[in-house]
């Protein structure tokens, strides 16, 4: 449903976007590569053919400003930039400046996997980006490559040096966490973010790998996770926010942490998310097994009512939640780097 709130002329309208269950969507996810220099098993196939594969067309800068603009419009509040790997793109930063642009407090934030973040923290700091989710899976060398298909660590621990430096905070760590091969470096990993006044986000392994090798025992449930970090930290629960799952204050903090249980304690009931793929299709849920086209919008002959017009549908048919574990579930076709993370 689309709810106007305020109407000043034809051509400035604030809009605001709200579902047939009643989540007002304020958050907007653009995907502006689906390239990456990583190929983690959770998310991107290693076969290069596969992994390589690369959409018709990306959106260009004026594409997804434009999208962006109109996303403004609708209400949208925070804009996330994700991929693949969005520091792959050559005209990130133009990108992050003309979105900054679009409305002063427009938050807008990053996933990278830091991997090039130690030369670009500045100039997206300067462009106009607030803050970063950097993925990290393992703090152990080895471990990294085998999850990465990359020895890169150090690189991704400069990055975040260099995100805290150019003052992109706060700083929050994504570990998807899988059993057999990094679920025994939780306490690590909560360790590290205390002591850098990180917010480390634990994340359930989800069907959305490229190699379509998940099952559910690899999975290691938030409430598992939790109860390994109680037996050493002491968690205090904030209240509902914007943010997926259940978050915590590490101690007195200012360390936090996340646990995000899209699998056995969905959030649903709370997304306020629509998600655009690099190649311009608008989704729903990440989950989606259906997804709009926004190319014939931006080609309209108005394109800014086209577009919220597209948002407008899309926050209409999202589903009330996924359906993972259910008989009908339909596992979707992207994989979760073709989506955006």
């Keep these: 449903m689309l709810e106007s709130l305020e109407e000043e002329s034809e051509e400035s309208r604030v809009t605001s976007l709200i579902d047939r269950w009643g989540r ?18 959770y998310c991107r196939p290693r076969s290069s053919k596969a992994a390589d594969a690369m959409p018709a067309r990306l959106l260009s800068a004026d594409e997804i400003v434009a999208v962006a603009e109109a996303a403004v ?16 793109r050559e005209d990130l930063r133009e ?12 938050d807008i934030s990053l996933t990278t996997n830091g991997f090039l973040l130690a030369a670009q923290a500045r100039p997206l700091a300067q462009a106009g980006l607030k803050r970063v989710n950097v993925s990290l899976d393992s703090l152990r060398r080895e471990r990294f490559h085998e999850t990465t298909s990359s020895d890169s660590l150090d690189a991704v621990i400069a990055g975040l040096q260099a995100a805290e430096r150019a003052g992109l905070w706060p700083i929050k760590l994504n570990m998807v966490v899988v059993r057999g091969l990094n679920d025994d470096e939780v306490f690590a990993m909560v360790r590290f973010a ?4 990180y917010h480390a ?13 998940w099952r559910a025992e690899a999975m290691v449930s938030t409430g598992e996770i ?3 970090i109680e037996q050493e ?5 904030l209240p509902d926010g914007a943010s997926p799952g259940d978050e915590y204050l590490l101690g007195p903090g200012p360390a936090r942490i996340s646990l995000i249980g899209t699998i056995s304690h969905p959030f649903c009931d709370r997304c306020n998310r629509l998600r655009v793929t690099a190649d311009g299709f608008l989704r729903a849920c990440l989950f989606s097994s259906g997804e709009q086209d926004l190319r014939p919008a931006l080609a309209a002959r108005r394109p800014k009512e086209a577009l919220a017009a597209a948002f407008a549908m899309a926050a209409a048919c999202k589903p009330e939640g996924h359906r993972i574990g259910q008989a009908d579930f339909v596992r979707p076709a992207r994989s979760m780097f073709a989506i955006g993370g």
């Design 24 to 41: 007002r969507i304020a958050r907007l996810r653009i995907a502006v590569s689906d390239r990456c220099n990583f190929r983690c098993l």
């Design 194 to 197: 205390r002591e850098h006044e």
């Design 201 to 213: 986000r634990f994340i359930e392994f989800m069907p959305l790998d490229g190699g379509r090798e």
């Design 233 to 237: 930290f002491d968690l205090r629960p």
């Design 226 to 228: 939790r109860a390994r």
């Design 73 to 88: 419009a609708c209400g949208i509040e925070s804009i996330r930039l994700t991929g693949g790997e969005p520091l792959l």
């Design 95 to 106: 990108i992050v400046c003309r979105l900054s642009r679009l409305a002063p407090p427009l």
